[in-house]
């Protein structure tokens, strides 16, 4: 059993945290306290924004906070300079046989996972073309938005290695296992409107400056009239479906029933009548259905909490 980590400490704002290859913006920029949209730029522009370690490190380091920090709401991540993510530092190089086959846990793949795992929302900005590791990244995103004039693709073939970022689970699920098969098994790139890549993004603007604007204009409107707690719930309800009618029958009705009486439902029934913003506050922690998490989870690590108080960072 891996141990539950320590709580982490809230910052005062991201914007000062200490990091290598990526950084954090509040929006808009330069806000004393974290707000409710935080942009994340893989911040690498000479090298086209290429995976890095220090860059997985700096997810790992970012993301649970996000998890926990009821201050935010919603994460963009998008690329620095012309291109979103050219796939993992080539220059770099792949490195095996320093450890266990078994016991090796993918860079790659845990990115992934700390997007997948964090209730608040990414929406990926894919300013610029994305291969490889740059793709994989976004599959857990809640919605994925292009640049028409990008080349996007999984190569993952062509240049000798398999599939990473646990998108053999993503990416058949979000595009079917027709196309999905298509694009690992040529490995090819293609613009992001290609009939190959199917519903995969969300919408594709035919210039690249648009991009950012629009996930944020996005992220503005799920920030400000989107309950948090029932977006997670609903996201996870459909990523952890238990497979048949009946089991999600089951599953949805107890977490309905209990919603009905949550605080939530009652302020975004009041607002509706009232004609305002919804002002909503309920967490998991304290307004989770009873059969929250309704799945077995595979012990990857537990969810870390949040601490008491804000560090000055």
């Not at 910052?11 to 920029?29: C, D, G, Q, V």
């Not at 300079?81 to 046989?97: I, N, P, S, V, Y």
């Not at 009705?253 to 909503?280: C, W």
Request: proline share 8%; net charge neutral; glycine share 8%.
């Amino acid at each position: 059993m891996i141990p539950s980590p320590a709580p982490v400490v809230l910052p005062a704002s991201y914007e000062t945290i200490p990091l290598t290859h990526i950084k954090l913006s509040h929006h808009p920029e330069g806000s004393p306290s974290p707000t409710p949209i935080i942009i994340l730029t893989l911040n690498r522009p000479k090298v086209q924004n290429a995976f890095t370690r220090e860059m997985m490190d700096d997810f790992e380091k970012v993301y649970p906070l996000f998890d926990v920090d009821e201050r935010v709401k919603v994460i963009v991540l998008t690329g620095a300079g012309r291109t979103f993510c050219a796939g993992a530092d080539l220059e770099r190089g792949f490195k095996g046989g320093e450890e266990r086959v078994m016991d090796h846990r993918d860079g790659g793949g845990r990115v992934a996972l700390a997007i997948y795992r964090c209730r608040k929302p990414t929406i990926a900005a894919m300013q610029g073309s994305a291969v490889g590791l740059g793709m994989t990244m976004t599959l857990p995103a809640a919605i994925r938005i292009a640049y028409e004039g990008g080349k996007y693709g999984f190569v993952f073939a062509r240049r000798g290695v398999t599939m990473e970022s646990s998108s053999s689970f993503f990416l058949p699920r979000l595009i079917g296992y027709s196309r999905a098969m298509y694009l690992v098994t040529t490995g090819g790139i293609f613009p992001p409107n290609s009939k190959h890549f199917g519903p995969l993004f969300a919408e594709t603007l035919p210039d690249a400056s648009q991009v950012l604007p629009r996930a944020l204009e996005l992220a503005n409107e799920i920030a400000e009239n989107v309950s948090g707690l029932a977006a997670y719930l609903n996201t996870s309800m459909m990523w952890r479906n238990p497979g048949t009618a009946e089991g999600a029958h089951l599953m949805d009705s107890a977490i309905l029933y209990h919603m009905f009486s949550a605080r939530d439902q009652i302020e975004g029934v009041t607002s509706f009548f009232e004609k305002r913003k919804p002002n909503f506050k309920a967490t998991l922690e304290d307004d989770a259905p009873p059969n929250f998490p309704w799945w077995s989870e595979v012990d990857t690590g537990s969810r870390p909490k949040a601490a008491k108080g804000t560090s000055k960072l």
